[in-house]
């Protein structure tokens, strides 16, 4: 077994790798949530890192090849330094990819006068990474990029507040927030993996031009990309269409939350990292 190894700190992830899986069906997938230990988004950069290192770890040895982080906060604050300083050293055959390059490829394919909007949790959003890699990655195409943080949005989903009256007041404040910021915004990134789950209450605010990007399906579309461009890669990955769940909180509590994510019932594996 040479499975796709998916991260997140927590639940959100699953609205990535249930895309990982429609797109990729007959690979294996391993799902680590180190949910003892979520949220992320309010922990330091240093934090941060350490647990996304240890994950990463864990899934080398458990014969991962590649590894995605579907997690912003995780992506924002860790991915850069465990490319360039871990993996040469502890893996350097091994590959970590993460959600927010995918999604800045994206916005660069589809926005049409480069004003974009992205919303995320505070962790994200004061780690400043989508304008610094919209600056960085969008060839130019990126003229304006403004940013605002939801803190209620992923409580609600967790919470299974979706479609509440005050799940619709948090929703419709921080939209309108975002939209005052830049009225010429065309593309609004989804910048948490839980907000897919929130996508009918946002679109009632969102005006109807604006390019509403999720990152899940963005993920996989640019991970087959990414396969086609690396069949060294592709060749070590174990193709038995498999899947398995794994959590560092009670793998009861993980199933029973899981599911609201990835839509149906799972069976998941307590681990400790």
């Not at 949220?39 to 040895?61: D, H, I, K, N, Q």
């Not at 490829?105 to 004061?126: D, S």
């Not at 989903?157 to 939209?175: D, M, Q, S």
């Not at 939209?179 to 915004?185: F, Q, S, V």
Request: proline share 5%.
């Amino acid at each position: 077994m040479a499975p796709i190894g998916v991260f997140d700190s927590g639940y959100g992830g699953l609205t990535v790798l249930k895309e990982l899986v429609k797109a990729l069906p007959g690979y294996d997938f391993l799902y680590l949530g180190d949910n003892a230990r979520n949220p992320y988004g309010t922990r330091s950069f240093e934090v941060v890192y350490e647990y996304t290192l240890e994950a990463v770890r864990y899934l080398f040895s458990q014969d991962c090849p590649l590894v995605i982080i579907a997690c912003n906060t995780a992506s924002a604050k860790a991915l850069r330094n465990i490319q360039q300083l871990d993996l040469p050293v502890i893996a350097p055959d091994r590959r970590v990819l993460g959600v927010i390059r995918p999604s800045v490829e994206k916005v660069a394919e589809i926005t049409g006068n480069g004003h974009v909007g992205v919303l995320g949790t505070i962790g994200t959003v004061v780690s400043e990474s989508y304008p610094i890699e919209l600056e960085k990655w969008s060839g130019g195409r990126v003229v304006s990029t403004v940013q605002e943080a939801c803190p209620m949005w992923v409580p609600i989903v967790e919470n299974n507040e979706i479609g509440t009256e005050g799940a619709e007041f948090f929703i419709k404040r921080h939209i309108q927030h975002i939209l005052a910021k830049d009225p010429e915004m065309d593309t609004l990134i989804l910048g948490c993996t839980h907000y897919p789950l929130l996508i009918d209450s946002i679109r009632k605010y969102v005006p109807p031009h604006i390019h509403i990007l999720e990152q899940g399906a963005v993920t996989a579309e640019k991970l087959v990309e990414y396969l086609q461009r690396h069949p060294d890669m592709e060749s070590r990955l174990s193709k038995g269409g498999t899947l398995r769940y794994q959590t560092t909180e009670s793998a009861a509590n993980f199933a029973e939350k899981a599911a609201l994510f990835i839509g149906q019932k799972v069976t998941a594996e307590h681990v400790r990292l």
